[in-house]
């Protein structure tokens, strides 16, 4: 398994400056992990600073939070792609997983995928919020959507990623929709419980710690 190959370098800290920016993309490239994870502003400076190498340039999208309006993450699905994004992930709204209203929330995703014009869409469910059941809809209706990946958190609400939750996310996308597990993941034996549950991508501001394990 390369390890590697499956992690998402993080930083998506309000305070983040350029400097920290920086230090993720060459981290990034010296370790060839699968992306760098920033916020949308610094999509270009992170395009530039990985030019050449395999590391791809992941954003996020109505994020931490989810709650804006669904042209809202369309639009900024659409400003980071042309600032270079690869991949999106967006945060679902979670007010409408909680009302079981399912068909907004795979329109919504619908949309943003649409937006996305051929590149990865991760969308986030912030699972801390969700029951086990709402999980699993919730999952399902991403797939519905158009989604390639769902995604366990944003790392910003009361819990991140559960081995729990990661099983319950690859049993309602099946095989072949890819499960990214984030938040809270600090260590290797951390990573391994999450690839066994079922994630086929970790993302976590302790890349270089866990492949250095």
Do not use: W
Request: negative net charge; aromatic residues 6%.
């Amino acid at each position: 398994m390369e390890i590697n190959k499956l992690i998402d370098h993080t930083l998506l800290k309000p305070n983040a400056t350029e400097e920290d920016i920086i230090e993720l993309c060459k981290e990034a490239i010296v370790y060839n992990f699968k992306a760098v994870c920033v916020n949308p502003y610094y999509v270009p400076l992170a395009k530039n600073l990985l030019k050449g190498s395999d590391v791809l340039v992941c954003t996020v999208v109505g994020f931490p939070l989810g709650a804006t309006f669904s042209e809202a993450k369309v639009d900024e699905t659409k400003r980071a792609i042309k600032a270079g994004a690869d991949e999106i992930d967006v945060v679902l709204n979670i007010g409408k997983v909680k009302e079981q209203n399912f068909e907004f929330v795979q329109e919504e995703i619908r949309l943003v995928k649409e937006a996305c014009k051929g590149r990865l869409l991760k969308v986030i469910l912030e699972t801390a919020f969700l029951s086990d059941d709402e999980i699993f809809e919730a999952s399902k209706a991403c797939v519905l959507g158009g989604a390639d990946f769902v995604k366990t958190s944003t790392g910003f609400a009361s819990g991140g990623a559960l081995v729990e939750h990661v099983k319950i996310m690859r049993e309602a996308v099946g095989p072949y929709v890819g499960v990214k597990a984030s938040g809270g993941i600090r260590s290797r034996s951390d990573l391994e419980k999450m690839v066994a549950s079922g994630a086929t991508r970790i993302g976590t501001s302790s890349g270089v710690k866990i492949v250095s394990e």
